[in-house]
């Protein structure tokens, strides 16, 4: 709903040859927040943000730089300002809530330059209690018809060199470790590539990836991103050290060139997020908010859920992907032997199917199950993987009867290996394929250099890919995981089909690298999970990877409790239960926590935060009156008592606590864990320790008595 509307014409304001400098200040519906519009004498935009009076942003330019020496930067004369208050609400198909407020004062600025032919360009903002929004619009006009965009001069200059929380720009992979210091400390190229088995492209020793989050010596934080990126390439910053100055980098074609676009087009927007307590950036919904509302009308097949998977096994090499151990290309796939290896073999996706059907878990993820595997990895090679064809031990009509009878949806996996051109060509029949056997969604992959060669992941041409997968699934009834994707934008509003990505580090290098340290889960929800949800993989009750392998001594840095309350403290609306079905059946007392816990939740209460070091988040069942909480740590133990303010008063809960054991310990002694029960009401306090390296749950449930 529409408060209150402004508009100001301000038509020749000035001669075009003595351009006026021209202020405007916008204050978000609460009043803390200050954005100031100005337009210099030169015409010359820029913007400044302050909340609670003190400088957020300095001076940040705006301006678009295009290719042929046309540019909007310079020489605008102001033709109008349109201001609005707005305050509704929605529901998202699913979330970490369920109804989402958008309260906001938006800022419509039009800008010409008389110099060249009056050419219009217009700057949208949006000033919310928590954070700002802004974009540029690009009106269709005959002056501008098909344009090239060589540079984005927007910059984000900061008021002092905060402490900051970063992996390093890279145009093919977020899939790094993170990082902490100060700006001025900022050297993105001191990791070495290389620990995954993702395809990087690292951008320069001062270029940074967003989601970036940074805190302030007086305690704000803020973190800059994107929302609603389509048409576009991905943004980096590129830090100057020195000035402490933010300066969008987008992500280059082979020629150079950053985006492709005519007129009437939008960039995503900038986004700045503000929070006075760690926890408010969590539960900040901007990024959602500037996004669309839904495009898909019939949203029945979007279930969020739980999902186990022929996967974990490959990653710690039980089984493999491949059929034959030998490359596929060499000798034709008809005349391949098994290895007797292959993880994907119907006998073995029964066991799969049986345990999800007793257990609940409404979906089956199966990889390996198609040809290709054999020669998929090392990639820039297109024709490797067949979307249509099952390997010989794959009878997929079978399975899928199988699986329909015990009341598991399947999800099926597209891995690409990056021949992306190859996989567009396959789609149409690959969809068709899927439908037949009744698939609930696909899990997609970008392993690999990208082809159409020159491209980068996180360019305009991939990210219209990604999209395009989106919208295709959506026209087929198809939920959507993409892997090695552009981290994601809110654009699950729009797209409620597209549920997850992982575009992070997730879970897996624990199996077969040096894997992430124990803070990485405390700043995965400040950094990357703003844009969306992840798919991490949590669950992993096997810890040691020396149980499989006694030469191995690499293993997960968490406890088996961490991996628990992972489910509440990192949102996805698809879970993976990613461990072997055989270490569930070993403890089910802990996996009733996993069995219990939803994917879909009426609200979320960060308890307390702060990034790099613990979480601890308390959120309510969708439509149930029960609550599970999540806590966790880094590298230290804690303490905590935590309170039950949020449950009712007037009712009665039992809570069960999934703690680590006395002496657990991620390295000396990470699986031990306690399982105690409790009557809980609302004026209780639990006192809770975190092992280092540790986690709780809690499931809180209501009670007759
Ligand atoms: C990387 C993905 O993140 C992982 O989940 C998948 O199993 C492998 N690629 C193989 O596609
Ligand atoms: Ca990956």
């Not at 529409?2 to 204050?27: Q, V």
């Not at 010409?112 to 919310?128: C, Y």
Request: with cysteine; proline share 4%; net charge neutral.
């Amino acid at each position: 709903m529409k408060l209150f509307a402004l508009c100001i014409s301000l038509i020749c304001i000035s001669s075009s040859s003595t351009f006026a400098n021209f202020y405007f200040n916008l204050f978000s519906p609460d009043k803390q927040l200050q954005l100031n519009f100005q337009l210099t004498r030169e015409g010359v935009p820029f913007y400044t943000l302050n909340m609670d009076n003190k400088t957020i942003i300095k001076k940040g330019l705006l301006g678009i730089k295009l290719k042929d020496g046309i540019s909007f930067d310079e020489g605008f004369q102001l033709k109008q300002i349109d201001t609005a208050l707005i305050f509704d609400s929605w529901k998202p198909v699913w979330g970490e809530e369920r109804l989402i407020v958008n309260h906001y004062r938006s800022m419509m600025v039009t800008l010409t330059q008389s110099t060249a032919s009056d050419r219009e360009f217009k700057i949208e903002f949006r000033l919310f209690n928590d954070g700002l929004g802004f974009r540029y619009i690009f009106p269709g006009q005959e002056v501008l018809y098909h344009f090239i965009i060589s540079d984005e001069l927007t910059t984000f200059p900061l008021s002092d060199d905060h402490k900051c929380f970063w992996i390093p720009g890279d145009y093919d992979s977020n899939e790094y470790m993170y990082s902490t210091s100060k700006l001025s400390e900022i050297h993105a190229l001191a990791e070495k590539p290389g620990t995954g088995i993702g395809f990087k492209s690292p951008i320069n020793d001062s270029c940074v990836q967003t989601p970036f989050t940074l805190k302030s010596k007086d305690g704000f934080y803020l973190a800059i991103h994107e929302a609603a990126l389509i048409n576009y390439p991905a943004m980096s910053l590129e830090v100057n050290r020195n000035q402490f100055v933010l300066k969008s980098h987008l992500t280059p074609d082979c020629y150079g060139n950053k985006a492709y676009l005519r007129g009437g087009s939008k960039s995503p927007w900038r986004v700045i997020l503000l929070a006075r307590k760690a926890g408010e950036l969590i539960t900040n919904r901007i990024i959602l908010n500037l996004n669309e509302p839904s495009t898909i009308k019939n949203t029945d097949y979007i279930k969020p859920g739980k999902f186990i998977g022929i996967w974990w096994e490959m990653h710690i090499g039980k089984s493999s992907w491949d059929y034959s151990g030998k490359m596929g290309l060499e000798i034709p796939y008809n005349q391949l032997q098994a290895s007797g290896k292959h993880g994907a073999n119907g006998i073995h996706v029964k066991q799969y199917i049986d345990f999800a059907s007793k257990e609940h878990i409404p979906y089956l993820l199966i990889e390996g199950w198609n040809t290709g595997w054999e020669d998929w990895y090392g990639s820039w090679k297109e024709q490797v993987f067949d979307f249509t064809k099952p390997y010989p031990d794959f009878d997929i009509e079978n399975i899928s009867n199988y699986a329909k009878s015990k009341n598991v949806k399947l999800i099926m996996h597209h891995e690409t290996s990056s021949a992306v051109t190859d996989y567009e060509r396959q789609m149409d029949q690959a969809f068709r394929f899927i439908k037949k056997y009744e698939y609930a969604g696909i899990k997609s992959g970008y392993v690999g250099r990208i082809i159409p060669r020159g491209e980068h992941h996180d360019g305009q041409w991939m990210v219209n890919h990604y999209l395009r997968v989106a919208e295709k699934c959506a026209e087929n009834n198809l939920m959507l995981d993409a892997h090695e994707s552009v981290r994601p934008t809110g654009l699950q509003r729009t797209y409620p089909n597209w549920m997850a990505c992982e575009a992070a580090r997730g879970n897996e290098f624990n199996a077969w690298s040096v894997g992430s340290p124990p803070e990485h889960e405390t700043i995965l929800p400040f950094t990357r999970i703003l844009g969306g949800p992840m798919d991490y993989t949590p669950g992993i009750f096997q810890i040691k990877m020396n149980y499989y392998d006694s030469t191995k001594t690499n293993q997960l840095h968490s406890t088996l409790c961490k991996q628990l309350a992972l489910y509440v403290t990192l949102y996805s609306p698809l879970q993976m239960a990613a461990d072997l079905i055989e270490n569930y059946q070993q403890k089910p007392d802990a996996f009733q926590f996993i069995k219990d816990v939803p994917t879909d939740w009426d609200s979320t209460i960060v308890l307390d935060a702060e990034p790099g070091d613990y979480i601890y988040v308390a959120r309510k069942e969708k439509n149930k009156n029960d609550w599970y909480i999540g806590a966790i740590t880094d590298e230290l133990s804690r303490d905590f008592i935590m309170n039950f303010d949020f449950l009712d008063a007037d009712k009665n809960y039992e809570a069960t606590i999934y703690r680590d054991g006395d002496t657990a310990d991620w390295q000396k002694n990470p699986m031990q864990y306690t399982i105690e029960k409790k009557k809980i009401r609302k004026k209780d306090k639990l006192k809770i320790h975190l092992a280092a390296g540790g986690g709780c749950a809690i499931s809180v449930k209501e009670s007759g008595k």
